[in-house]
């Protein structure tokens, strides 16, 4: 298992969630990692990315303020710290890695591995 996400479960509107994603020392620093989501019904869609080499950051409208993508470099592990959590988060969450661009990394396509995606209801 190149990665491996946990931290899912059941919250309720308003509450705090972390997901994190331990990669494989396989996937090295050349790995930008990322977020998505899918909802039922829905396709899966960008949450956040971060560039590994400089730490930078970037997020999706629906999230961005609410959620904190950030790194652990000696555990060569992602966090998505979830905050104010509403009703309409409630998907399966990937994390990915791949060696991705500005341009790309917003892409499902630009990330080479994905890990089995972990679980996030929000009740109201």
């Known amino acids: 298992v190149q990665l491996q996400a946990s931290g899912g479960g059941l919250v309720q509107a308003g509450d705090s969630l972390r997901l994190s994603c331990a990669a494989s020392e396989r996937i090295n620093s050349d790995y930008n990692r990322a977020w998505f989501r899918q909802a039922p019904g829905k396709e899966r869609e960008f949450i956040a990315a971060l560039r590994w080499s400089s730490g930078a950051t970037y997020y999706a409208d629906s999230v961005k303020g609410r959620f904190t993508i950030v790194r652990d470099r000696a555990e060569n592990t992602v966090h998505l710290q979830m905050g104010s959590l509403k009703p309409e988060d409630t998907a399966v969450y990937y994390c990915?890695?791949?060696?991705?661009?500005?341009?790309?990394?917003?892409?499902?396509?630009?990330?080479?591995?994905w890990g089995q995606g972990t679980q996030v209801t929000v009740s109201s």
């Open positions: 990915a890695a791949g060696r991705t661009i500005l341009s790309t990394m917003r892409r499902e396509a630009s990330y080479n591995f």
